[in-house]
């Protein structure tokens, strides 16, 4: 039996739709208690539309990039799995990896012409089971975190936002570092897109002007794409 009639089949359509329809209803309990706190606090609309404005053209760039990797993904898992599994994850070569160990293990080559049911299955498991963790550290430690984050910031009010920012940059180093080092066509990405991003910056300063606030880095990021695939 084609493991790809399982992996298409409706039951799978089925079950995986009903966990991207959690999410959907977890986004929509966030945003409807975030606009109730937002009137607790006193922000104003005007506040709120930019704040979702400027969400939502910063999370173009991202998604874009899930959905050119989703490709390579469903053509090994299908497309239940792979609509499911980036809905929760977000992350093709996460997904791709532990699918190809999931493969592997099974003795097969992950979409290869030996592929079968049983690596299928077996790349599904890898695939849950390798993002536990993730999940069990946000469900234990999410509310922790602002008490560290004010550790860190030894008690100052004041350095709170220094320290969140520097998180931040952090963050953003630590998903970056590996593509400067690559010496490829990911290293020109990433630097023409900070750089584009440096010059947005500068160019804003004092202008203030919201469109660039809002799509500077989706237009960052698109930039150091079509630069890498160009040269």
Known sequence: MDYLQVANSPLLWIACGLCVGLVLFQSALFVRKSLAMSRKLDINDSQV??????????SIGPSLAILAGMV???????????WFRLS????????????????????????????NVTAF????WVMTLGSIGWVLFTALATHKLDKFRYVLAGGKKALLPIVSAGAMCGA????S?????????????ALVGFGVMVAFMRYNKGKEKQ??????????MFI????SVIF
Do not use: C, H
């Open 49 to 58: 539309k930019s704040a979702v404005k400027s969400s939502v053209t910063a």
């Open 72 to 82: 390579s993904l469903l053509v090994a898992m299908g497309g239940p799995i792979s």
């Open 88 to 115: 929760y994850i977000g992350s093709v070569a996460f997904e791709l990896m532990a699918a190809g160990f999931g493969a592997e293990a099974s003795g097969v080559t992950l979409g290869g012409p030996d592929m």
């Open 121 to 124: 299955a077996a790349g599904v």
């Open 172 to 175: 953003f180093a630590y998903l």
């Open 177 to 189: 570092i590996d593509r400067i080092f690559r010496f490829d066509n990911q290293t020109t990405a």
């Open 211 to 220: 469109w660039i606030k809002e799509w500077a880095l989706t237009i960052s």
């Open 224 to 227: 150091g794409m079509i630069v």
